[in-house]
């Protein structure tokens, strides 16, 4: 062989043509602007997209890794029910294994009968009207589609701090991390302060997007009707979308109700995977408006291209579970959530170290599956506080932190059984204890989870 071409020589040939004048069309490209042109030779090596570089890693993976890493450890951290799906989810997987049909690709939208199901839940429980149903491989990727098919990297959107870990997540991967304007919550009730709201949409630069979850995750508190139809005026005004992400919408206590909200602006996310026990079948959907209502008649069509590109369908046999599930229907969910009274009791009782016994340090308890609580002045570090509970009392929640809201933590009640719960609960009411009591000496020698991008900044309400 006369010439072997190396890696070095095949360099030396991009550099000549990056640091030269170039002909494209018959048009000379400036050395200048051919230094803006991606290659090897300008990156010398290889190396992930700054996008995922700027997106949090996972709050739950890692306080998995934390709860293994010590013998006999609770987690009362991730937001998962301990219950099994409905027997008609099971049964209707049975009946459909030998339909070799279920083998193929669906469609984007979604099993035909499990749409048309949805389409009659979401009209008769939700009062949702003029709107098209997408099925998606669980709550989370109903709103990367929603984000990928709405925003552009530049456009401002508003996640309200304490905010859902995975909603940033989402925003950081598709480009916007620099563009997220993070929205005031009321300090004593931990509902979204819709005053700042308006001042922001009334901005000479007003955010396109707003983002709400009701019930909330990380908070536990549960929006008014009258709150999500003032959200819902203030977006319409404004012209942003307003996109309510409805995942725990059968968890609400103490006679209180969830509804809903749609429009021209409005997309809804809702879930199987929490209140039919379906965590690992991955199923959830979207109800977005119709070509008749929508701001953007094109919405479907453009979010079709986005489901196309990431599942094509979710998983056929998965729908087939969901469609099961949905003839358990509502009251089957009901009695699973009463059955939590005793967990929300013993969680609750578990915190009161941080309120002094008036409760004033803790929110939640309103709907969803969480309480969130204020740790003692001089604990702002809460991971660090998170370690100590693991390796000192062997039980797990996650840091405030996470949610953009250091000295806090979040702590779950419907992802152990009764005995599990209270047991969990007693050995977090003890550390909490030792915590009051003892103050920073208590944490003496503990280690803090890793967490990625810091978030203990000061929220970013630049309008």
């Known amino acids: 062989m006369l010439f072997a071409p190396t890696l070095r020589s095949y360099q030396q040939v991009l550099r000549t043509y990056c640091g030269s004048s170039l002909q494209t069309a018959g048009s000379p490209l ?11 030779c300008c990156t010398h090596t290889m190396s992930t997209s700054h996008r995922v570089k700027q997106t ?28 099994n799906p409905p027997q008609q989810a099971m049964d209707a997987v049975v009946a459909s294994a030998g339909d070799h049909s279920l083998n193929q690709y669906g469609s984007g939208a979604g ?35 929603v984000v990928l098919t709405l925003l552009d990297s530049q456009d401002k959107v508003v996640l309200f701090k304490p905010y859902y870990f995975n909603h940033l997540m989402a925003v950081q991967m598709t480009g916007g991390a620099d ?8 300090p004593e009730s931990w509902h979204p302060d819709l005053d700042w709201l308006e001042e922001c949409l009334q901005s000479s630069h007003p955010p396109r997007m707003v983002v709400l979850v009701n019930p909330c995750n990380p908070t ?25 992400d ?5 968890f609400t206590y103490d006679g209180r109700q969830h509804t809903c909200v749609s429009g021209p602006h409005v997309v809804n996310i809702f879930s199987m995977s929490k209140a039919f026990g379906m965590m690992g079948w991955r ?24 489901q196309d590109t990431i599942p094509i369908c979710v998983t056929q046999m998965s729908q087939v579970a969901a469609l099961g599930a949905l003839q358990a229907g509502s009251s089957w969910v009901r009695q699973q959530v009463q059955g939590l009274s005793s967990n929300r009791e013993a969680i609750l009782d578990a915190l009161s170290p941080l309120a002094d016994g008036t409760n004033s340090g803790v929110a939640g308890g309103e709907g969803a599956i969480y309480f969130w609580a204020k740790l003692p002045q001089g604990f702002e570090d809460d991971e660090a ?12 929640v996650v840091p405030g932190t996470a949610c953009g809201c250091p000295g806090y933590v979040r702590v779950a009640f419907a992802n152990l059984d009764e005995g599990k719960c209270k047991q969990a609960a007693a050995q977090l009411k003890r550390g909490l204890q030792q915590l009051v009591h003892q103050g920073a000496a208590a944490l003496d020698g503990s280690t803090s989870v890793e967490t990625g991008v810091d978030r203990s900044a000061a929220p970013n309400e630049d309008l």
Not at 33 to 39: D, E
Not at 57 to 82: E, N
Not at 228 to 241: F, P
């Open 30 to 40: 400036s050395r200048a602007s051919a230094r803006h042109i991606p290659c090897y």
């Open 179 to 186: 563009n997220v304007v993070y929205g005031r919550c009321n």
């Open 246 to 250: 409805n995942t725990y919408e059968h």
């Open 385 to 396: 506080v998170v370690s100590w509970l693991v390796k000192e009392h062997q039980v797990c």
């Open 111 to 145: 099993l035909p009968d499990l749409v048309k199901a949805l389409e009659h839940k979401l009209a008769t429980e939700n009062g949702i009207t003029q709107f098209e149903v997408m099925v998606t491989a669980g709550a989370n990727q109903a709103f990367t589609n």
């Open 283 to 306: 199923l959830g959907y979207i109800a977005y408006p119709n070509a008749d209502l929508a701001a953007d008649p094109e919405v479907g069509f453009q979010m079709s291209k986005v």
């Open 220 to 244: 536990g508190v549960l929006m008014s009707k009258s709150e999500l139809q003032r959200a819902h005026k203030l977006c319409e005004q404004a012209g942003a979308w307003l996109i309510v």
């Open 56 to 83: 949090d890693a996972p709050i739950i993976v890692k306080t998995q890794k934390l709860t293994a890493s010590a013998k006999g450890v609770v987690s009362l951290a991730q937001g998962i029910v301990h219950w």
